[in-house]
């Protein structure tokens, strides 16, 4: 009968969803995952060799401070973006203990460099950072953000991502050859920095510290 098959699904969805309930104490970090010394690096430089995106400091914000945050969501609204290009970076040890390590936005023609792991940055993105992602008035822009980038929101910050164009699954309903976003650049012939040198820095750098 229908109430016997609706009582069926409810017991394994239920049985599924008690499978996983230690996951959450995981996904919290309750052991150990940092793998160097937060602490011993405060105060240092860790920009000293690094390159900025630009030359004009105006087109870019390094985000590392709830005050800083709060500027960025500032920005964004008086500005009155309609379209956010995001990416994250995370560090995960399992499929289980993932955190995020960087957030990287794009609005109004500024890139901002969300530092999350910079002191009371973290507690400060759900209140603020939530709602812009969850403005259904503003598209969100990424690739493939389902794979790591939706959960890490949802898992670390409680975030929902409203109104998401992702371009790996808009190169999938487009059957394109290539759907990883060095190939869909090149596909459509955009920035000129995705060529050899861009392919020999991420093989450097997209799992490094």
């Known amino acids: 009968s229908r ?55 105006s087109s870019w914000r390094l985000v590392d401070s709830p005050e800083a945050l709060a500027g ?57 950072l939530g709602p812009i992602f969850a403005d259904p008035t503003i598209v969100k822009i990424g690739h493939s953000v389902g794979g790591m980038d939706c959960p890490s929101l949802h898992r670390d910050f409680g975030i929902f991502l409203v109104n998401c164009f992702d371009t790996y699954e808009a190169a999938r309903t487009l059957r394109l050859k290539e759907k990883g976003l060095a190939g869909l650049c090149r596909y459509y012939k955009l920035g000129g920095a995705i060529n050899g040198e861009y392919d020999a820095l991420k093989v450097e750098y997209q799992a490094s510290d």
């Open 3 to 57: 109430d016997a098959h609706v009582a069926e699904v409810t017991r394994r969805g239920r049985a599924a969803i008690e499978a996983l309930i230690d996951q959450p104490g995981r996904c919290l970090r309750s052991a150990p995952l940092d793998v160097f010394d937060l602490e011993a690096l405060i105060g240092a430089d860790l920009s000293s060799d690094a390159v900025p995106p630009a030359d004009d400091v």
């Open 72 to 128: 960025c969501v500032a920005e964004l609204r008086s500005a009155g973006v309609t379209e956010l290009g995001f990416d994250m970076e995370m560090v995960s040890k399992s499929k289980f203990d993932t955190c995020t390590c960087l957030i990287q936005l794009h609005g109004g023609g500024i890139d901002y460099i969300v530092d999350p792991l910079a002191p009371g940055v973290w507690a400060s993105i759900p209140g603020l």
